[in-house]
T-cell receptor, first 113, second 116 residues
């Protein structure tokens, strides 16, 4: 069964304290892994797409990496404005379509000044 | 500006009533999706559509219906048969990618439905 698991569920950091969020997945043939940021009461905002093991993407203080079984979202020297829930999703083969995503439950990040 | 719009932002419904949530995109995307988000759970797929006049059930389609008469629009109706409709509803769209897969999905701002 296709599954996406994110850990930890919640993470509290001090401003400037770097850390990583984990996304482990079990799908038959990875076709794409996506990271999103979601603020309370809003729709998810796209951050990164990773398609193959070894791939890395960076954007400001965020860096996403991918292995054959998991992805990491590294946050370097976070600021309070990085506080949000970070969602991981994987493309799956569903109903004959390869365009559907299965989502993890997210990691809620809080960065204290 | 290109993007996805959802309306209304907040919706209140009495038990036994059907309600329709609007989703419009001007990104010229072929595929559109509806998700439901509940506290402590990941997004769950309700319906999806890859082309006009065609749509497929997702993981939790019972009690919902959709239509796709135009490429830009994918409205969702929450029927009285949906037993627990109070949730945050999200619409998304995406494009085909070479190789038979899809690019990232872009999301609208969401509609929060509350059943009174």
């Amino acid at each position: 069964e296709d599954q996406v698991t994110q850990s930890p569920e919640a993470l509290r950091l001090q401003e400037g304290e770097s850390s990583s969020l984990n996304c482990s997945y079990t799908v038959s043939g990875l076709r794409g892994l996506f990271w999103y940021r979601q603020d309370p009461g809003k729709g998810p905002e796209f951050l990164f797409t990773l398609y193959s093991a070894g791939e890395e993407k960076e954007k400001e203080r965020l860096k996403a990496t991918l292995t054959k079984k998991e992805s990491f979202l590294h946050i370097t020297a976070p600021k309070p404005e990085d506080s949000a829930t970070y969602l991981c999703a994987v493309l799956r083969n569903y109903g004959g379509s390869q365009g559907n995503l299965i989502f993890g439950k997210g990691t809620k990040l809080s960065v204290k000044p | 500006d290109g993007g996805i719009t959802q309306s209304p932002k907040y919706l209140f419904r009495k038990e036994g009533q059907n309600v329709t949530l609007s989703c419009e995109q001007n990104l010229n995307h072929d595929a559109m999706y509806w998700y439901r988000q509940d506290p402590g759970q990941g997004l769950r797929l309700i319906y999806y559509s890859q082309i006009v006049n065609d749509f497929q059930k997702g993981d939790i389609a019972e009690g919902y219906s959709v239509s796709r008469e135009k490429k830009e629009s994918f409205p969702l109706t929450v029927t009285s048969a949906q037993k627990n409709p109070t949730a945050f509803y999200l619409c998304a769209s995406s494009t085909f990618r070479a190789g038979g897969t899809y690019n990232e999905q872009f999301f609208g701002p969401g509609t929060r439905l509350t059943v009174l």
